[in-house]
């Protein structure tokens, strides 16, 4: 990839899509601004540099609709207070309005469009409509890891038609963190995956199979491998169409020396709810109808050992149930191990970035992606087309 810091931007347009997708009360109040504090170093850089500045992102799933409440006014504030500079808003993010702002911009200004997805034509894709946002800029600038798994018209199909494209600050470090982990990892390399099903990340743990030393798997997707060596889980959630795929992905970590670790104990419950009676098993105690919604104590202890000698960790999906306190720890015992390991440690975006803070190790790992589906497409073995795009 190009870098921003390989183009002159001095006095040119410079559109660069962000990702300020943001957690909103309802009161239209952003709760959690870390994707905005993400993009800050590429935005002071721009300023000193002199460029003329157009921030472009989408907000939530308006279906090509104008929703208020969908609006990317509130982040031109809270990015205006982050800066301690004002940030321009305009209602729109194509058109004769836009274009007259950009236009007006001095160096070292900053607009922030409106909304992408009020049209349809950005996650189509569209031509006409990429063309449109290319007009607006000199230089094209993704700094959007986050979505940078998805063809839509500001994340690939606009570096066609851009005089020049590169890539941002934050699109640089979470590529260079990932294939520093995966592609060129200090040994021994230990994957943890966690969540609720092994279909969400089969594709990752076949292509993972590949590189690691050891696999640690959690979380209700262990179920599924639990009942594929003939465990009888009870009411735990199971992927039945998937047995026999996750009886052949032990059968490959044994076949490639890959020590592959699944939960011997576990916590059960009678019932998916915080107030529910719950009592640690072994994973062949379960009580009947009952279901699992936490690693064990002795798994917790177990994965924790598995992952003290590890050169590099790669950790995607939580352990349990790690929003209600009484299934968060076995999470917690993992996360405290990665933290306290010397090892580099990535973790992935959404619900594995929410459970590393919930346990308090936010600043204690390597590196937090900002893009779970975008982490996720990676461990698969795929290009990005984000990425892609720019090259």
Partial sequence: ???????????????????????????????????????LPLIKYLIGQRAKIILASHMGRPK???????????????????????????????????EARVDALAEGQILLLENLRFYNEEKSNDEGFARKLAQLCDVYVNNAFAVSHREQASVTR????????????L?????NSYYDSVQNPKKPL????????????????????????????????????????????????IEDDLLDTAAAI???????????????????????DMDARFQMVDVESIPEDWMALDIGPKTAEHFANAIADAGTIVWN????????????????????????SAAFSIVGGGDTGLAAKKC????????????????????????????????
């Fill in 190 to 237: 230990v994957a943890v995956i966690g969540g609720a099903k092994v279909s969400s990340k089969l594709a990752a743990l076949e292509n993972m199979l590949r590189v690691v030393d050891k696999m640690i798997i959690g979380g209700a997707m262990a179920n599924t491998f639990l009942k594929s060596r003939g465990i009888d889980t009870k009411g735990s959630m």
């Fill in 1 to 39: 990839m190009k870098s921003v810091k390989d183009i002159d931007v001095a006095s040119r347009k410079v559109f660069v899509r962000v990702d300020y997708n943001l957690p909103m009360d309802d009161n239209l109040n952003i709760t959690d601004d870390n994707r905005i504090v993400a993009t």
């Fill in 250 to 272: 032990v059968k490959e970590a044994a076949e490639k020396g890959v020590e592959l670790l699944l939960p011997m104990d576990l916590v059960a419950a009678e019932r998916f």
């Fill in 158 to 169: 606009i570096a066609g038609f851009a005089k020049e494209s590169a890539a941002g600050f």
């Fill in 360 to 391: 308090g190790v936010s600043d204690r790992v390597s590196y937090i992606s900002t893009g779970g589906g975008a982490f996720l497409h990676l461990m698969e073995g795929k290009e990005l087309p984000g990425v892609t795009a720019l090259e």
């Fill in 317 to 340: 999906g939580p352990m349990g149930v790690f929003e209600m306190d009484n299934f968060m720890a076995g999470t917690m015992k993992v996360a405290q191990a990665i933290a306290d």
């Fill in 171 to 175: 699109l640089e470090k979470e590529v």
């Fill in 64 to 98: 090509g609709k104008k929703d208020p409440k969908l609006s990317l006014e509130p982040a031109a504030r809270r990015l205006s207070d982050l800066l301690n500079q004002n940030v321009l808003f305009v209602k729109d993010c194509i058109g004769p309005e836009v």
